[in-house]
């Protein structure tokens, strides 16, 4: 079985600050990674993922994540945050096989603050 | 590319009537779509999985028979709430998957009154 587990269920900080919202997984197969972006009444943006090859991974509106096998995490981060960055983020696992079934953790909800 | 679309957005229904919802995936196929409920200010939660030509496979705890999916395209996936009741009233969310990831539509929202 996977899990996802996000500490954090809400992260607040200054526009333009940099961020770092965390993420931690547990299984014990290969894995693949995804952070997605929710906005109020919307579904799910892909913003990046890690499928294998290199740790560092970038996405789309600037975001970054670095796969962390040792400490089996997938922190994502940004170095300068704008307030249209507030929103609901996801941190998802899922198998590496062809059946591959999403568990997603609990959400961390990110409030730029003007 | 790899863009799902869901109908209706949002819809409104009188308790004990049935609501089809439809995913799509527009630009791609699909051979593997999942079915997603979420709740307020929680996170997603597989409902289903529903594959092309054959049956769904629920999560523990679907009623099958009340949710009922069927996936008969590869870009087509529908989910049909029975008998909706207030404490369906959810936010549903499809995806599709494809190259190693998955695409989500934008979501229904259903209250049922």
């Known amino acids: 079985a996977q899990s996802v587990t996000q500490l954090d269920s809400q992260v607040p900080v200054f526009e333009e600050a940099p961020v770092e919202l965390r993420c931690n997984y547990s299984?014990?197969?290969?894995?693949?990674l995804f952070w997605y972006v929710q906005y109020p009444n919307q579904g799910l943006q892909l913003l990046l993922k890690y499928l294998s090859g290199s740790t560092l991974v970038k996405g789309i509106n600037g975001f970054e994540a670095e796969f962390n096998k040792s400490q089996t995490s997938f922190h994502l981060r940004k170095p300068s945050v704008h307030i249209s960055d507030t929103a609901e983020y996801f941190c998802?696992?899922?198998?590496?096989?062809?059946?591959?079934?999403?568990?997603f953790g609990t959400g961390t909800k990110l409030q730029v603050i003007p | 590319g790899a863009v799902v679309s869901q109908h209706p957005s949002w819809v409104i229904c009188k308790s004990g009537t049935s609501v089809k919802i439809e995913c799509r995936s527009l630009d791609f196929q699909a051979t593997t779509m999942f079915w997603y409920r979420q709740f307020p200010k929680q996170s997603l939660m597989l409902m289903a999985t529903s594959n092309e030509g054959s049956k769904a496979t629920y999560e523990q705890g679907v009623e099958k028979d009340k949710f009922l999916i069927n996936h008969a395209s590869l870009t087509l996936s529908t989910l049909t709430v029975t008998s909706a009741h207030p404490e369906d009233s959810s936010f549903y969310i499809c995806?599709?998957?494809?190259?190693?990831?998955?695409?989500f539509g934008p979501g229904t929202r259903l209250t049922v009154l």
């Open positions: 995806s599709a998957q494809q190259g190693g990831g998955q695409y």
């Open positions: 299984s014990s197969v290969s894995v693949y």
């Open positions: 998802a696992v899922s198998n590496s096989g062809g059946y591959q079934k999403v568990t």
